[in-house]
């Protein structure tokens, strides 16, 4: 058994929510701890490429070989703007 005290403006929502969704208070604050700990603990699992995959990549030039020859493409680049 456990024993929570509430602001008055949270155990407001809470009657307010139950009430909305036919249920008992208590079966809500179940179903939120529930939520609250799943999102907890795949929060936990994240890793920074997990976190960053959809940026990677997003503003890529497309040429895959940039890191290989980026020496022979900055010579290029700087004899085309010292040929003008």
Request: hydrophobic share 30%.
């Amino acid at each position: 058994m456990l024993t929570v005290r509430l602001t008055d403006e949270l155990e407001h929502r809470l009657d307010s929510f139950a009430k909305s969704e036919h249920q008992p208070k208590s079966q809500v604050v179940k179903d939120a701890l529930l939520f609250y700990f799943e999102n907890k603990e795949e929060a936990k699992k994240q890793t920074a490429y997990t976190l960053g995959k959809e940026m990677f990549g997003k503003y890529g030039s497309g040429d895959g070989s940039l890191s290989a020859n980026y020496k022979e493409k900055l010579k290029e680049k700087l004899h085309a703007k010292n040929a003008h």
